[in-house]
Antibody, heavy 122, light 111 residues
Framework: EVQLVESGGGLVQPGRSLRLSCAAS????????MHWVRQAPGKGLEWVSG????????GYVDSVKGRFTISRDNAKNSLYLQMNSLRAEDMALYYC???????????????WGQGTLVTVSS | QSVLTQPPSVSGAPGQRVTISCTGS?????????VHWYQQLPGTAPKLLIY???NRPSGVPDRFSGSKSGTSASLAITGLQAEDEADYYC???????????FGGGTKLTVL
């Protein structure tokens, strides 16, 4: 059974940093691209970032470029999102999602975690 | 303002058929990228409903179907049931943005 468990969310002041983690199990982690998708309170889904199976290809939504860094450790079956210079508009539930293939284009998200909540407030 | 446009809400009585549209552009759906659909029940994570325009993952009832034409796609739900009440999102890839894009979501109400 595929399981994705996010952690690392919490309350953080604007301008500070936070690191999210996603522990994956139930599939061959290094065979698939992985993604972060967020959902602001009461709002829709927004793709944040994706990373290919071997970290060779990485993408970000424009609003987080230069502030967020995605990474993965295939030996630990883990995905990460380093979030710096956090803004009020980054406040959301952050989902870890498994990509349908090895690369990060023309893909879908076939499994999702339950999400970890990031609250940005002074 | 989402890159893919969906109606904010649709409704139907039990047993009826409803459709949800998803309109994109020449840089995403019209560029021959696939459309995928997700169902998000209240308080839960999204679940893959349709992939590759019209394919159902194992376990998804055949009451759910998808189609794509030109720069648009549609999700159809037949034989509406109370348990179908949820938010539905379409998703595709956008070559101009070099990333995935979602529709704004459609809230389905079963009357």
């Amino acid at each position: 059974e595929v399981q994705l468990v996010e952690s690392g969310g919490g309350l953080v002041q604007p301008g500070r940093s936070l690191r999210l983690s996603c522990a994956a199990s139930g599939f061959t982690f290094d065979d698939y691209a992985m993604h972060w998708v967020r959902q602001a309170p009461g709002k829709g889904l927004e793709w944040v970032s994706g990373i290919s199976w071997n970290s060779g290809s990485i993408g970000y939504v424009d609003s987080v470029k230069g502030r967020f860094t995605i990474s993965r450790d295939n030996a630990k079956n883990s995905l990460y999102l380093q979030m710096n210079s956090l803004r009020a508009e980054d406040m959301a539930l952050y989902y870890c999602a498994k990509g349908s293939g090895t690369i990060i284009d023309n893909y879908y998200f076939d499994y999702w975690g339950q999400g970890t909540l990031v609250t940005v407030s002074s | 303002q989402s890159v893919l446009t969906q109606p904010p809400s649709v409704s139907g009585a039990p047993g009826q058929r409803v459709t949800i549209s998803c309109t994109g552009s020449s840089s995403n759906i019209g560029a021959n990228y696939d459309v995928h659909w997700y169902q998000q029940l209240p308080g839960t994570a999204p679940k893959l409903l349709i992939y590759g325009n019209s394919n159902r993952p194992s376990g998804v009832p055949d009451r759910f179907s998808g189609s794509k034409s030109g720069t648009s796609a549609s999700l159809a739900i037949t034989g509406l049931q109370a348990e179908d009440e949820a938010d539905y999102y379409c998703q595709s890839y956008d070559i101009s943005l070099s990333g995935s894009v979602f529709g704004g979501g459609t809230k389905l109400t079963v009357l």
